[in-house]
């Protein structure tokens, strides 16, 4: 039987060899001949597997008991703009205060808006006490 051609192999006197390897040559590492059939094959011969995905797991991040100090810490310097309320996960709470902090913030307008400041600090105040207590919504946080 003839052996295909290798135009690309010379033998390391120079000459041509126009015969291929009875091995698999890889780089320059030579693998082991094939497996006959019926065997297992060398593991860098088999057919690649293919790769099925992890699924990632359903709650990345421990859930626990969330610090009453960064709340309150949050609270004092951030909490016109609801950070406490966003860091503890009451979010619908934290939207509203975030809107009305912005509003609050940023109006000039004067009379009607000094008894809703009074109230939203009022609000914060209530706030404060509750986280330090850990009462109402807050219970469940720490």
Known sequence: MDQ??????????????????????????????????GATPHPLQ????????VAPPTNPLPKGPKSKVLALVLLVFLGIFGAHNFYLKHYKVAVFQLLCGLFLFHSEVAGVLDTVRVIFVLWLVANFLNILRAAGRYSENF
């Open 4 to 37: 295909p051609v290798n135009p690309f192999r010379k033998r390391p006197n120079g000459q041509d060899d126009n015969t291929l390897p009875t091995v698999d040559l890889v780089g320059d590492v030579t693998l082991p001949p094939r497996a006959p059939n």
């Open 46 to 53: 088999q057919a690649p597997q293919a790769w099925t995905p």
